[in-house]
T-cell receptor
């Protein structure tokens, strides 16, 4: 079984709809991240969480919100989706106990299309 | 501002040939540098990590180098295979942040 899972894998929605992307991990990592990827722009950080009670904005948090329901679950919400939020979204985890190594483990991605 | 620049943006090579991808960074102080491989439609996977004291590290046909003085790294791929077709992302940790700085990646296409 995959260590980091994302649901749904693909989603098509309409402008103005609320949508939630979910991420679960079985790696036991304390840190979780949400990124979006657009062609030519690379991965950009939306939000990150270093433990259940910690939520931090990344470089492109406007229009998004997150919830860390448990150490293993981190959800990303688009309150009112707009077409320029069409992108590939990745969840990632890392382990603070391996601070010097900082390897991030990525989920398989969610392809979101906003019409 | 912490920045990571990668070149070239894209590269096309024939199967069996070698290639080198470049990464320049301004992140300071430096902690470590990772190269990730991202297959189309999948999440990135770490290939190698380099810390300040390391100049070269190999992972099979992949060899990464680091020059911490000039703040440059390279990823050399030897005897390329079709499966090497992917995006290669340079990620640098440091600059007083707990968040890594990502480059935009180099898209490599290997043709038969």
């Amino acid at each position: 079984d995959a260590d980091v899972t994302q649901t749904p894998r693909n989603r098509i929605t309409k402008t103005g709809k609320r949508i939630m992307l979910e991420c679960s991990q079985t790696k036991g990592h304390d840190r979780m991240y949400w990124y979006r990827q657009d062609p030519g722009l690379g991965l950009r950080l939306i939000y990150y969480s270093f433990d259940v009670k910690d939520i931090n904005k990344g470089e492109i948090s406007d229009g998004y919100s997150v919830s860390r329901q448990a150490q293993a679950k981190f959800s990303l919400s688009l309150e009112s989706a707009i077409p320029n939020q069409t992108a590939l979204y990745f969840c990632a985890t890392s382990d603070s106990y391996r601070e010097g190594y900082n390897e991030q483990f990525f989920g398989p991605g969610t392809r979101l299309t906003v019409l | 501002k912490n920045q990571v620049e990668q070149s070239p943006q894209s590269l096309i090579i024939l199967e069996g040939k070698n290639c080198t991808l470049q990464c320049n960074y301004t992140v300071s102080p430096f902690s470590n540098l990772r190269w990730y491989k991202q297959d189309t439609g999948r999440g990135p996977v770490s290939l190698t990590i380099m810390t300040f004291s390391e100049n070269t590290k190999s992972n099979g046909r992949y060899t990464a180098t680091l020059d911490a003085d000039t703040k440059q790294s390279s990823l050399h791929i030897t005897a390329s295979q079709l499966s090497d077709s992917a995006s290669y992302i340079c990620v640098v940790m440091g600059g007083g942040s707990y968040i890594p700085t990502f480059g935009r990646g180099t898209s490599l296409i290997v043709h038969p």
